[in-house]
């Protein structure tokens, strides 16, 4: 991917705040189990920085779970559609490469779908910079579980049709993220959360088209792909609702000794 189409990828998503807001998957309650698990302190009443945080489906987690949270979004419509969803949530405006917080201010950095689009060698020393002594940082996605024949046969479709990898986040690289943070000093663990959701079968469709790598396509040659995914899927889900499984991959780093 160039320079020059990551910016355009990353962008895209603005125009289409309401569909993801509207559209992509939540995270199941064993996901926040895990993230305390692995961070080895309960969410409630810890200070959290949710970066990338888009429309707000992963804060809105982290509050319910008594966290203390403060988003952190670049884009103009994503932040725009978190201060319709979460009025009353602190947002301030920066990246994952250059946070606009203090030094040791928080207990948990969290990265929810966005990791991939920080350069990773600034972002892990901005988190380092912003935890406390103790604190952890957190980079969760949901990915497609492909050991499901229709979703692995979707999946290479859109691979074929966008020209991407068939199992997302495109840039979640395991052995740069931890050779990083190892080298920082941090102790890092790995786990993934498999559950499922049913949703009407327009719902599924919108999921795909507010996925970056659709948004930057022509929008007919979108509509004419959806269009015959929604013939196929109909075939296959006759009364109208499709049963999404997905794997959350987990990664947690702690500074922690």
Do not use: K
């Not at 102790?187 to 049913?198: F, G, K, N």
């Not at 719902?203 to 790598?213: V, W, Y």
Request: with cysteine; hydrophobic share 40%.
């Amino acid at each position: 991917m160039t320079a020059v189409s990551r910016v355009a990828r990353s962008e895209s998503f603005n125009s289409a705040a309401a569909q993801y807001a509207a559209s992509r998957p939540s995270y199941p309650p064993a996901l926040l189990d895990a993230v305390e698990e692995l961070t080895g302190r309960p969410l409630s009443g810890s200070r959290v920085a949710d970066v990338g945080a888009g429309t707000g489906i992963a804060t809105v987690l982290l509050r319910e779970r008594g966290a203390d949270v403060v988003a952190v979004e670049p884009g103009d419509g994503m932040a725009a559609q978190f201060r319709r969803t979460l009025p009353g949530v602190p947002l301030v405006r920066g990246d994952g490469n250059a946070l606009p917080l203090a030094d040791a201010s928080r207990d948990l950095v969290t990265y929810t779908q966005s990791w991939h689009w920080t350069d990773t060698e600034r972002s892990v020393p901005e988190a380092l910079r912003v935890l406390r002594p103790d604190g952890a940082l957190a980079l969760w996605w949901n990915t497609s579980a492909l050991d499901v024949p229709w979703t692995a046969a979707q999946g290479e479709r859109i691979a074929r049709f966008c020209g991407v990898g068939s199992s997302p986040p495109p840039s979640f690289d395991d052995s740069r993220i931890v050779r990083i943070a190892c080298l920082s000093g941090l102790r890092v663990a790995r786990r993934q959360v498999r559950w499922s959701r049913t949703v009407p079968l327009e719902t599924h469709l919108a999921n795909i088209g507010s996925h970056s790598a659709f948004l930057v396509l022509d929008r007919a040659r979108s509509r004419a792909f959806l269009a015959d995914e929604r013939t196929r899927l109909r075939e296959a889900f006759p009364d109208g609702t499709v049963e999404e499984t997905h794997l959350v991959d987990l990664l947690v780093a702690t500074t922690r000794l």
